[in-house]
């Protein structure tokens, strides 16, 4: 089966090239399927016959039987998926996939052990973007590298990422003969959704996003022509990112701004998209107010906020968690962002949100969470062990003291020495004075009620 | 119809703006504009929209005043025969509950004369001429005679979307003690009352001005404002204090001084037990529901 796939795939009548290493081929003839995935593996690990399969998976046309042998592995891990996709542009999409995937995992191969405590093992790590089951749309490849090195981070903009990269899928795939779109078209999207989700952990937006697409493809009309289906999905995207989030953020920005008044010190931990429109609206309208950004190791997100904030002329102050009681006193609101927030008004956000919250709540200085309905999950968490995601290791964000080397300070390799960075933390509903959405303010303990308010999905 | 919408937007302005406290008048024109907005028109002419409009309008405004009696009704079920109330200043609704009470049940208030304005003496006559015990105890009393009551009973300026409450100035303090001592706390409210307001502290309320609790020039500079504090507790304490010393008159506040008082002040929701309505008895968090669901719906 496997070679009459490759066979239709490649044209027959390629000129046979020079082999890479003159005894291959007939070994590998009389060779065991074990056998041959094994020597494969050994052809990756090595430099010279990793571009040699590159080379053969990519544009050359190489010698048949060579061919049949490397191939062979790749049909055999995506058994079904190869034969059906026979037409044009998917199959120079699992062709552009194989390349890349090729030419990662060897690198990926070192790092790969699991770090970090035993208890904590559970936490979601930031994995390097391994192998790929079946035919990754390179738009997914792309993102999921992006997603796992942090170079998109962040609830809205991995949503946004995320749905944007589903269009351009959308937009490349054609439906197999004797299937129909709304029938077959999650079953191809499925694949690269399990690819991001390998590059990092999904995220309750993207899942709440995901949903809905899901829901709007089973939804599509049977009868309707292939492109006007493909165009009304991707219509449907577009309103969601528009209605969900650009909208929601309007709202947001103009109920939460209405909150500061003239003279408010407003805090804010690390950074949130939301907050950061929040506070330069409610300076371009005029309200005078300064800020405090507090930040905190490893990712030092807010150096950016402070950045953007003072760009725009708000008064800010700068500091790291540990001085917050000091200032505490002196704030009038408190405004945060969130990666999610829980059916029960627990809060899920950049790990030092609660302790800002808490102690907040200690100085009875207001907390307010930003947060657009499409990030409410209809789980309920009640702590930040059970999930979590580690940061990423290593020094990557940190460039103090800038005049030592950079090895003396990384304590990454040291026996004894486990590094652990959650990412996140849990806000309890009680640290929470009120929640701003695009349908009003709420308090935390009326989270569960929206949707069904609302009478649809999240 | 975007222009009629518009049209009452500009009305309900122009109350709020004649109006010294606007919060319940607020959440009036807010329910009624939502209503017009929402109100499913089938009839395909303006005249007979504006006709349907306006007998909703007074059906409505009609059943509001029947909402009271079915507040009474609902309130009977909390109060015990022999039970000690201690309410607020003067609320319609409290007092058309006391009297509907008073008809099966041996009730005693205590009222507290909430000053500035006295109200309180109002309840006070209109219970005693229906032959309710009732005593008037001093605002800064609640505490004193918190001990002895079974629980507190108070009307509503608003009810707000945090399931908070926004009444005649002291019914936080009444509602903190009232928590300290562990006793039951209940808001009486009409729905329409529930107003989509989200206030983070006392002076995020919208009838909170600079003027209020702002600190006197020294006297000095004014002519006669006897002392630059201006917090109620510090002042009705004064009265007491100096009184001795200074025999002859008591000593009494400035209307200047007084209009540095707030009108009202918002109560958390952690501090209350329920919040009746007419349509039905509600929680705090209840509330808040309700709200999002009658807004966002």
Same mark, same amino acid.
Request: net charge negative; charged share 15%; with cysteine.
């Given at each position: 089966m496997a070679p009459a796939a490759t066979l239709d795939v490649h044209p027959p009548n390629g000129p046979p090239t020079a082999e890479p290493s003159a005894g291959q081929p007939k070994s590998q003839k009389t060779m065991t399927k074990a056998e041959r995935r094994e020597l494969q593996e050994k052809q990756r690990a090595a430099k010279a016959a990793k571009t040699a399969v590159n080379g053969v998976n990519g544009k050359t046309p190489g010698k048949p039987k060579d061919q049949a042998a490397s191939t062979g592995g790749a049909a055999k891990r995506a058994p079904e998926a190869q034969p059906k996709t026979a037409a044009p542009a998917a199959v120079r999409a699992a062709e552009k996939a194989k390349a890349g995937q090729a030419s990662t995992t060897t690198d990926t191969m070192g790092k790969n052990q699991a770090r970090g405590l035993l208890i904590f093992s559970h936490f979601g790590l930031p994995k390097p973007v391994n192998a790929a089951k079946g035919d990754i749309h390179p738009a997914i490849a792309r993102l999921a590298l992006q997603f796992s090195t942090f170079k998109i981070t962040g609830a809205n903009a991995r949503c946004i990422a995320t749905l944007t990269a589903f269009k351009t899928i959308i937009q490349d795939y054609v439906t197999p003969p004797n299937h129909t779109l709304s029938r077959h078209l999650m079953t191809y999207l499925s694949p690269q959704i399990n690819h991001l989700v390998a590059a990092r952990p999904m995220s309750v937006t993207m899942g709440n996003a995901i949903r809905q697409l899901k829901l709007d493809i089973s939804g599509t =009309?049977? =009868?309707?022509p292939e492109q006007d289906a493909k165009d009304a999905l991707c219509r449907q995207i577009d309103t969601y990112i528009h209605e969900r989030i650009i909208i929601a953020d309007q709202v947001i920005q103009e109920t939460a701004g209405n909150k500061i008044k003239d003279g408010d010190v407003i805090l804010t931990y690390a950074r949130s998209s939301v907050v950061e429109k929040v506070l330069l609206e409610a300076h371009a309208s005029g309200r005078k107010f300064s800020a405090i950004v507090v930040d905190s190791r490893p990712m030092l997100e807010g150096k950016r906020l402070v950045a953007i904030l003072s760009e725009a002329g708000i008064q800010c102050t700068y500091l790291l968690l540990p001085a917050l009681g000091s200032v505490m006193s002196e704030v009038s609101t408190v405004f945060i962002g969130a990666h999610s927030i829980h059916s029960n008004g627990a809060v899920y956000s950049r790990a030092g949100t609660a302790l800002v919250a808490m102690m907040a709540k200690r100085h009875s200085v207001p907390v307010v969470v930003c947060c657009e309905t499409y990030k409410f999950s209809e789980t309920i968490q009640l702590d930040s062990f059970t999930k979590n995601e580690l940061a990423p290791l290593g020094d990557l964000f940190s460039s103090f003291p800038n005049n030592k080397p950079r090895e003396s300070l990384t304590l990454e390799n040291q026996p004894n020495l486990e590094i652990l960075n959650p990412l996140y933390d849990l806000t309890p509903?009680?640290?929470?004075?009120a929640v701003v959405t695009e349908v009003g303010v709420i308090p935390p303990n009326s989270i569960s009620s929206i949707p069904v308010a609302l009478g649809r999905l999240l | 119809m975007f222009e009629l919408v518009q049209a009452l937007n500009d009305g309900a302005e122009e109350l709020k703006r004649r109006s010294p406290n606007p919060i319940s008048l607020n959440a009036g024109c807010e329910l009624f504009i939502a209503f017009v907005t929402l109100f499913p028109h089938e009839s395909d002419n303006f005249a007979e929209l504006k006709k349907e409009l306006e007998q909703q309008g007074r059906k409505y405004a009609a059943e509001a005043l029947a909402f009271r009696d079915k507040i009474a009704e609902l309130a009977l079920g909390f109060i015990k025969d022999d039970s000690v109330i201690l309410t607020h200043s003067h609320s319609r609704v409290v007092l058309r509950a006391l009297l509907h009470a008073h008809k099966t049940k041996r009730i005693s208030v205590y009222v507290t004369e909430s000053r500035p304005r006295g109200l309180g003496l109002r309840t006070y006559e209109a219970l005693t001429a229906a032959g309710i015990p009732c005593t008037v105890v001093l605002d800064s009393a609640v505490a004193y005679v918190m001990d002895q009551v079974d629980f507190v009973l108070v009307g509503s300026e608003a009810v707000v979307e945090s399931g908070g409450l926004v009444n005649y100035v002291g019914s936080n303090q009444m509602a903190i003690i009232a928590k300290a001592a562990n006793k039951p706390f209940y808001a009486l409210a009409e729905s /329409?009352? /529930? +107003?989509r307001l989200f206030p983070?502290?006392?002076?995020?309320?919208?009838? +909170?001005?600079?003027?209020?609790l702002s600190f006197a020039t020294p006297p000095s500079a004014e002519q006669g404002s006897a002392s630059a504090s201006a917090a109620p507790a510090a002042s009705t304490k004064d009265s007491g204090n100096l009184g001795r010393s200074s025999p002859p008159a008591e000593r009494a506040m400035t209307q200047e001084q007084i209009a540095r008082n707030p009108g009202v002040d918002y109560t958390r929701w952690v501090q209350r037990c329920a919040q009746e309505a007419h349509v039905g008895i509600l929680t705090p968090e209840g509330v808040s529901q309700y709200l999002v669901g009658m807004f966002a719906g």
């Open positions: =009309d049977f =009868d309707l509903p009680t640290c929470v004075t | /329409f009352k /529930f +107003h983070l502290s006392q002076y995020d309320l919208p009838t +909170h001005n600079p003027n209020i």
